[in-house]
């Protein structure tokens, strides 16, 4: 079997649960989407839009408010655009009020935590340039053909040359867990491989409550390295008994069974 690009995604998934990655990766089926992964994806979204926002038209006396105004504006309609996805849910009204106004929040906290720093820069500056500068480069694509892993780094900070590169959060977890340091290894990688050097520091940004970094030195980039490795290792073959249950509390080996025993109704039917 040819040997697949990985992803930080698909490498912590793999050692959740080999038989949950055969399924996915191998054998191609899919879960129905969570209320979690649909709101992850707006509101990565509408911070894409955020940083994508021309500044020209923005009162240069009232930027704070204006801001935050637009933002909450960008979020609304990615949430009605995603309604379609939001209804096969089929939360009650409740429910997804719920989890509106929980997003809501979380690009709150952030949004006050990314304004001080535009107010700071302006004192120094202008407006224009102080969104500009502070505002990160965002969802930018790394592939790394020798390491066989590639990764969208949702948002790459400069500041007075150090580097940083962030992973954003909307999940309730708010530490640094052994998946988020392979991930953000594997990024430090990628960004070392293209660039020739390490990036200063890596991090999650919990969206609910604040940021949290690694500091990126050879060890970590080494972790990354043996990681990419592994996977390559232990998926070369395509046969399912190679790649056993592992009993973990996120197994998600009983739902892709009933996508499974689905499929396979239909085709008789």
């Given at each position: ?47 894409e ?106 948002a ?12 954003y959060?909307t ?5 640094m ?65 190679d ?27």
């Amino acid at each position: 079997m040819p040997q697949r690009i990985q992803s930080p995604s698909s490498i912590n998934y793999y050692n959740m649960c080999p038989r949950c990655y055969y399924y996915r990766y191998i054998g191609k089926l899919s879960l129905d989407p969570s209320i979690h992964l649909i709101r992850g994806k707006i509101v990565h979204k509408a911070l894409e839009d955020f940083f994508d926002l021309k500044t020209d038209g923005i009162d240069k006396e009232h930027y704070e408010i204006e801001l935050n105004i637009i933002l909450q504006s960008i979020f609304k309609q990615r949430w009605e655009e995603s309604k379609d996805q939001l209804d096969e849910l089929k939360l009650d009204e409740k429910q997804e009020k719920y989890f509106f106004e929980e997003s809501v929040n979380m690009l709150n906290n952030w949004f006050n935590r990314f304004i001080k720093k535009v107010i700071t820069r302006e004192e120094k500056t202008n407006f224009k340039e102080a969104f500009d500068t502070a505002k990160p480069q965002t969802e930018v694509h790394f592939i790394s053909e020798e390491h066989k892993v590639q990764g969208y780094i949702d948002a790459i900070e400069e500041v007075a040359g150090d580097v940083s590169l962030i992973d954003y959060k909307t999940s309730r977890m708010d530490h640094m867990t052994d998946e988020y340091r392979l991930q953000l290894a594997i990024y430090a990688l990628l960004y070392n491989e293209k660039y020739g050097k390490h990036p200063n520091s890596v991090g999650i940004d919990f969206l609910r409550k604040n940021k949290k970094y690694l500091k990126v030195d050879q060890e970590l980039i080494d972790h990354a390295i043996e990681q990419c490795r592994l996977i390559q290792e232990k998926t070369k073959t395509d046969n399912i008994e190679d790649y056993p249950q592992s009993g973990h509390r996120f197994c998600e080996c009983s739902k892709y069974m009933d996508v499974l025993e689905k499929t396979t109704l239909n085709k008789y039917f």
